[in-house]
């Protein structure tokens, strides 16, 4: 297992009273090697929280973990991490290939190698043409990229991502996710937290959705492509209305364009309709599963409040299950 | 160990000499000059005098305006723009991260200082006064109470933000160079004993004062340099350790 949370809890205070808030409420979460997993929840769910306690950058009040086979806060595991913040600046005075050489002289890389390597991350995030220019005259997007590059620099076995995708125009947020796909095929295991779905139905193997600061539910997306289909949708053209008004009763819905018929369908009728479509002259023109799609289940949990509701979802969702 | 911290040394001096103290010794050449043009023709007999103790005076003012500016939100820049994250998630313990910004700061100091004192040198030569090595203790004095001074501002940047930092290292700075006479008013007028517990936590800044020495030639005791020296390396030891107790402490939202 490359990292392990065990029934984690955290509070801060803020403010001039110093009101304790609690961001975690007894969070678990596994992650094994080669897996690329996605922490997804609402603002303030305490996804930042949880990453920065895995890393040792903040204290948990209880619980336990382990990270690369060692405790929370090793320094000797750090060597073997890369890790991106949400939003960073970094040095704004440094140069990218400088701010690269700083974080190369942490992790102990030297030598004629470091100059390729640093080469090749730039290459690698299209920063070659501006290696010798100041970070604070980059573009957000290009700060983000330059701090994806410095993650990467040691070679490391597990990628730590806070929002990633996040200030990254389209080119740039396909270039991050080719790079945890690369990351995945290469056995490196990737935990990223988000807020775009999209990208998570890509890369990811798992994702786990905080809410109310614990893991609320954990899905398999192999599973969940697999098994979630909730409708048919078939395309039919060549049917006059009396076929169509007939076929209607075996769908769920029904909406003429011209001479194409588009019918929605649950997925037990959508052969008995295709079947009788075909033998009334129809032809079909397309058909397509619905499937529930990461958005859909996103937006069913974090609309979940009473345990009532949290029990009805429990039963429901196939794939992963909920905690 | 000694390569990390060297590392982050290394990179947090070159950002702040990008940053600022370019800039402070552009202003202290611009004191100097001005200064010895407008003041020397009011003090006929003395403007010798007059230059150096102004020069002087301007590097240890200028030391401390660096450390108000940079110093005081060494350790806070680093998390407001995440570079603290980064640093800290590679293989590096909390201590060498501050020790390292601490060094990096005092590596600055010293090159802002050398610098200074380069323009000082130039300075008197080219109007005729020329260099004298009693003016050395004086810059080292001063090179003592930046140290200390730099110690207690990156204190301050462990745990409250730059403004506070640099209010409460400027009331130290201010307080510390006025206590050894306010101690001796209070003495003479019977002794304060809150007074007095007081000054023993406020930096004693008069005893790196060597300028008046220099100045008017009559020459550091060796003891008064040792004393000062070693009250340096206590004081440093001290606020640093504070400084590592805190950070050591802290939760990184």
């Known amino acids: 297992m490359v990292l392990r949370l065990q029934n984690i809890q955290k509070s801060f205070t803020s403010g001039f009273l110093m009101r304790r808030r609690q961001v975690l409420h007894g969070l678990d979460l596994s992650i094994e090697a080669g897996e690329a997993y996605a922490l997804l929840g609402a603002n303030g769910a305490g996804k930042s929280t949880t990453l920065r306690i895995l890393l040792g950058l903040a204290r948990p009040d209880s619980g336990s973990g382990s990270l690369l086979g060692k405790p929370l806060g090793d320094c000797a595991a750090r060597r073997r991490l890369g890790y991106l913040p949400e939003n960073p600046t ?234 | 160990m000694l390569q990390r911290v060297w590392t982050i040394a290394r990179w947090t001096m070159v950002e702040l000499l990008r940053e600022r103290v370019l800039y402070v010794v552009l202003l202290f050449a611009a004191v100097l000059v001005g200064g010895s043009t407008v003041l020397t023709p009011l003090t006929p007999g003395a403007q010798k005098k007059v230059v150096v103790d102004l020069g002087l005076a301007a590097i240890d003012a200028l030391g401390i305006l660096v450390i108000l500016l940079s110093g005081t939100s060494i350790v806070r820049r680093d998390m407001d723009r995440r570079s603290l994250d980064v640093l800290l998630t590679k293989p590096l313990t909390r201590l060498e991260y501050l020790g390292g910004k601490w060094l990096g700061l005092v590596a600055t100091l010293l090159v802002l200082t050398v610098a200074m004192s380069v323009i000082l040198i130039t300075s008197l030569e080219a109007c005729g006064f020329g260099w004298q090595a009693r003016y050395l203790p004086a810059i080292l004095g001063s090179g003592l109470g930046m140290l200390v001074m730099a110690s207690i501002a990156v204190l301050f940047s462990t745990f409250t933000s730059p403004m506070l930092g640099a209010l409460f290292t400027l009331a130290l700075f201010v307080g510390g160079s006025l206590s050894e006479g306010m101690l001796r008013t209070v003495g003479a007028a019977g002794g304060n004993p809150l007074l007095e517990s007081l000054s023993l936590a406020i930096p004693n800044m008069g005893l790196f004062n060597l300028r008046g020495d220099a100045v008017h030639g009559t020459g550091v005791v060796p003891g008064q340099f040792l004393v000062a020296s070693c009250y340096a390396v206590l004081y440093v030891a001290t606020a640093l350790t504070l400084a590592a107790t805190v950070f050591r402490r802290r939760d990184f939202r």
């Open chain 1, 90 to 323: 970094f040095h704004e005075q440094l140069t990218a290939r400088e701010f690269l050489r700083y974080g190369a002289g942490l992790l102990g890389l030297g030598g004629p190698e470091l100059a390729a390597r640093i080469d090749e991350l730039l290459e690698r995030v299209e920063l070659a043409s501006a290696s010798q220019t100041r970070l604070r005259k980059l573009s957000k997007g290009m700060v983000q990229r330059l701090g994806l590059a410095q993650a990467l620099l040691g070679d490391p076995e597990l990628l730590v991502l806070d929002e990633p995708m996040s200030g990254l125009d389209p080119p740039g947020r396909k270039l991050v996710r080719d790079l945890i796909l690369e990351q995945r095929q290469q056995g490196k295991t990737v935990l990223f937290s988000t807020h775009i779905l999209s990208d998570v139905e890509v890369v990811c193997t798992r994702a786990g959705i905080l809410r109310d600061g614990c893991v609320a539910t954990e899905l398999c997306l192999d599973d969940l492509t697999r098994l979630r289909a909730e409708s048919v949708e078939l395309t039919v053209s060549a049917l006059d209305e009396r076929d169509e008004r007939r076929l209607a009763l075996l769908a769920q819905s029904t909406l003429r364009a011209g001479r194409i018929v588009h019918f929605t369908v649950a997925p037990s009728e959508a052969q008995e309709l295709l079947q009788a479509a075909l033998d009334a002259g129809g032809r079909l023109e397309s058909m397509q599963p619905r499937r529930a799609s990461l958005e859909d289940i996103y937006l069913e949990v974090a609309r979940l409040r009473s345990p009532a509701a949290a029990a009805k979802r429990r039963d429901s969702v196939p794939a992963g299950g909920d905690r």
